[in-house]
């Protein structure tokens, strides 16, 4: 049995959206810190364990810096920024393809200019988000590029 495809769009708000899809919020207010991000799930079928979502981060947003248990790849489809990966930050374009390795902090930032829209692909039964506690901050800021990089320089 097949299926239609699921074509996207440009919103009027020049978002990236695809047809039949609901875009829902990025995570709950007050849940952990992050800006202007939305979420989109793509693709989810009981006979899989995967789920592919489309993330899109505004311009100067944020996702939550956070660590889960399970691997996740990020693709990223439009726009530019740049992700913290462990200890390191790197700059992120179109087509760069993030992995994030289990229990590994991570976060992604949009450009001051345009939106970050990423896929990532998970499983779709996975752990609950572990946010930083003090301790963790501290480690982490104690590499100067990733204390920049938490302070949105």
Known sequence: MSERPIR???SSDGAYRWDRVEVTRYKEEGSALFRDVTRQTLFRRPDLRGELRYFEVAPAGYSTLERHEH???VMIL???GEALVGAEVFAVKTFDLVTVPPLTW???RAGA???LGFLCMVDAER????LPAPRDLERLRANHAVAKFLDGH
């Open 71 to 73: 691997v996740h790849a």
């Open 8 to 10: 996207p769009f440009t």
């Open 78 to 80: 439009r726009g530019d």
């Open 113 to 115: 200019s345009s939106p």
């Open 127 to 130: 752990d609950k988000s572990q």
């Open 106 to 108: 991570h976060q992604f």
